[in-house]
């Protein structure tokens, strides 16, 4: 289980990140709380713009949450508790926050890993930030305590471990790791009473014995780090090691050592580089990966694509709905108006003394100034629906634009993938058409083409 957490900004960097459906089969947002918004980019960005009331400029707090797909898959309730632990302890509990689960296939074993992204506003509501002070270290502790709770085996000394001790108090000095020293040469020390079998079972660990200063001896791990051998050894005093051993100047100092282990770690590097050069297993794997993720983008942009356009024709139906109706409502009413005002009209000499007496001009004059005010509230009405219409089509565009940014996002990662192969884009464009000369009725990587 891997717990890794870190304060940072951009709203919409971050909803793109969380939203990439190439890189992961599967996206699931499972919880926005403390937003108007009901998606990540506008909660985001409605998180953000509170945050620049107060000046901080990491307002977010963003955690990964990766359970070893190796062991026991977690339950609803295990997710939930491990949230609710988490966010308890690194002081976060009734901040906003989005919680995204990601779903990803291996490579090698073809199973899905599933795991959690949490995004809390630091922002508290009389508008001060949460101080994150000391977050590794949270982590590191909460892992321990959930593993315990839930069952599960700690593994130390990963490279994507944020806050692994070894990392941060220098390499190979967390317990875990000393104790795992101490075991390794105590048992050969117990196991071969030779000088010479004891230095080779050693060497074969990884640990070259040296002349240290003021006489003693001295081992150089892996990591070109200095060790006492006589601490390493459980039990045992300096000068038993001295006696089995046979004297200082059979043995290399501490800077031939350090060069004997550099040679060794690039040894090992050439080696690990000559094996991925012939594993072709891997590389097909890759490129079975590559193509998935390009028809998976291709398929992902048309249907988002045809849904914005779709958005877009009901948008403009509608919006040509309403102007219509609204022009066809002050029709009609005018001519009710006309219609009533004739019916009242009168006849004969009772028309001619109104006439006669100014009470037509009057009349005629009233009607004018209410059909001017009629005009201007049909006016009014007209630039109401106006604005509404144009803040809804800003709405689109905003949507649009994000769109975008999405799926150049997602193309950068299949970028990612064939750079990382060492394809150039001329050979990805033969490789399809090879795919489409096997299956012409099926498109498998459009996508590459795009820009």
């Known amino acids: 289980m891997i717990l890794k957490g870190g304060s940072r900004s951009g709203a919409i960097d971050l909803a793109l990140h969380l939203s990439n459906e190439v890189d992961n089969e599967h996206v699931i947002i499972a919880e926005i709380k403390g937003a108007i918004a009901p998606n990540l ?78 995004v809390w506003s630091r922002i508290t509501p009389d508008l001060k930030a949460v101080h994150m002070g000391n977050d590794r270290y949270k982590l590191k502790a909460i892992s321990k305590e959930l593993a315990k709770e839930f069952g599960l085996e700690l593994r130390y000394n990963d490279k994507d471990n944020a806050y692994d001790l070894g990392a941060s108090q220098g390499q190979n000095r967390d317990p875990e790791t000393t104790q795992e020293r101490k075991q390794i040469i105590t048992e050969a020390w117990h196991q071969y009473t030779d000088s010479k079998q004891f230095d080779i079972a050693l060497r074969q660990h990884g640990y070259i014995i040296a002349q240290g200063d003021r006489r003693a001896f001295v081992i150089i791990d892996p990591d070109n780090q200095i060790h006492s051998l006589a601490r390493q050894i459980i039990g045992v005093k300096t000068k038993e090691v001295k006696i089995r051993l046979d004297g200082l100047e059979n043995y290399p100092n501490v800077e031939q050592a350090k060069e004997e282990q550099r040679i060794r770690k690039q040894q090992g590097e050439q080696l690990i580089r000559d094996k991925k050069r012939a594993d072709l297993t891997r590389e097909q794997k890759q490129f079975t990966k ?149 299956k012409k009725d099926q498109i498998i990587t459009p996508s590459l083409t795009l820009t």
């Open 290 to 438: 590559l193509r998935r993720m390009a028809k998976r983008a291709d398929t992902l942009h048309r249907q988002r694509r045809k849904a914005l356009g779709r958005e877009r024709n009901s948008f403009t139906i509608r919006h040509q709905s309403e102007n219509h109706s609204l022009d066809l409502d002050y029709i009609k009413e005018k001519a009710e108006i006309k219609r009533g005002r004739d019916s009242k009209k009168p006849q004969g000499l009772i028309k001619h003394l109104r006439i006669m007496v100014g009470y037509e001009t009057l009349l005629q004059w009233k009607y004018a100034h209410q059909d001017r005010q009629r005009q201007k509230e049909f006016e009014k009405q007209k630039k109401i629906f106006a604005e509404l219409q144009k803040s809804e089509k800003a709405r689109l565009e905003r949507k649009a634009t994000i769109l975008k940014q999405r799926e150049t996002r997602e193309l950068y990662s299949l970028r990612k993938l064939a750079k990382k192969l060492g394809k150039s884009k001329n050979d990805l464009e033969r490789l399809k058409e090879r795919e489409q000369a096997k």
């Open 41 to 118: 980019y506008d909660a985001f960005r409605e998180w953000q713009l509170i945050s620049e009331a107060t000046g901080c400029r990491k307002p977010f707090y963003s955690l990964s949450i990766n359970p070893d797909p190796q062991q026991q898959s977690w339950t609803e309730e295990q997710w939930q508790i491990a949230i609710g632990r988490l966010e308890e302890r690194i002081g976060l509990s009734s901040q906003p926050r989005a919680i995204i689960f990601h779903e990803k296939i291996g490579e090698s074993d073809g199973q899905s890993r599933k795991h959690c992204h949490v």
